[in-house]
Every structure is written in structure tokens, then in C-alpha cells.
């Protein structure tokens, strides 16, 4: 089509037109930018290992740790009983951790949070949606959210001592 037929400038706007309407009726979802430092942390529910749902929102006010997480993923098992010694920690200092499972079996995640002594809530992501919404390419990532909501640290991957960053971030902004 070239620039000078009828339906070059037409359709541009009505592209625009269908996408605005889509968007209001709430037939279509607008793309969130991924988790990305210094930006507002997708807000996300999810059912926990107990049955309820938990918000992320509903944590604000606190420095909150998301670590996503598989069974299958042999560094995420080793890092767990760390990551249990960072809750047990900082937990009574207006700290949260969470740990979002992304298998697709809820009981199998349970059962190895059972047996690696997992105390902090455990949630399931087994539609992968808020993966997604994280833009999640390796496994374990960890992302540590301010008070105010705000992405602040994120970590792909996990190698021993990982940890010790952890711990220093979290105080850092245990601080603020």
C-alpha cells in the first residue's frame, strides 16, 4: 500500500481506535513492562501452600523478597534453607519473603518445601502467568521489592554465597 492511497492514514488511527476500545472493555490486557530496578513491582495474587490467597500489594510497607522457584531446579533447592535463614532472620524486622513455585503440580512443591523445612509462604504459580508478568528466563530469580512497592535488587540464577548479597540488601533497605 502506498503512502498516497485512502488507507494510509486511515488505518493507523483506526488500529489506535480498536486497540483503545479493546483495552477499555477489558477483553484485552495492556503488556506490563517486566520487573525491571527502581520500577512499581507487578502487583500479583496467588493461593498459598495454606489455601489462601496472598496479594503482593497487601505487603506494602514492608521489604518484600520474591524467589521463584521449581522443584526441578537443583540450584533453588540449595538455596532454599538460605533463603529460610534470611526469614527467619529479618521476618520480625517488617520483612517478607515469598517463594512463588512454578511447577505445574501444587502438591509435588509442597511436599519438597515439606522436606527442605520451608517456613515462609510458599505460593503457586502453575499457570505461569505471573512468571510472565516477570519476565522470569532462568530459574531461580529473586526480586527484592522497597516499601514503597518498587523493584530495587533482581537476581537471575543462584550460586553459593548469593546469600551474603541478600543479606546486605535487605538491611539496606530495612534502613530506608
Known sequence: MSSSSPFASFLPRFLRAAAALLLSTGLVVAPVQAAAPMTPA??????????KNLRLKEQRGQVVLVNFWATWCAPCRQEMPKLNALYDKYKGSGFVLLGVNVD???RNAATVAGKLGVTFPVLFDTDKNVSKLYDLNSMPSTVLIDRDGRVRFLHR????????????????LLKE
Not at 42 to 51: A, C, I, K, N, W
Request: glycine fraction near 10%; hydrophobic fraction near 15%; aromatic fraction near 14%.
Open 104 to 106: 505445574d503440580d501444587a
Open 157 to 172: 540464577g543462584y550460586q553459593d554465597g548469593y546469600e551474603n548479597t541478600y543479606d546486605k540488601q535487605i538491611r539496606d
Open 42 to 51: 507487578p502487583d500479583f495474587t496467588l493461593r498459598t501452600l495454606e489455601g
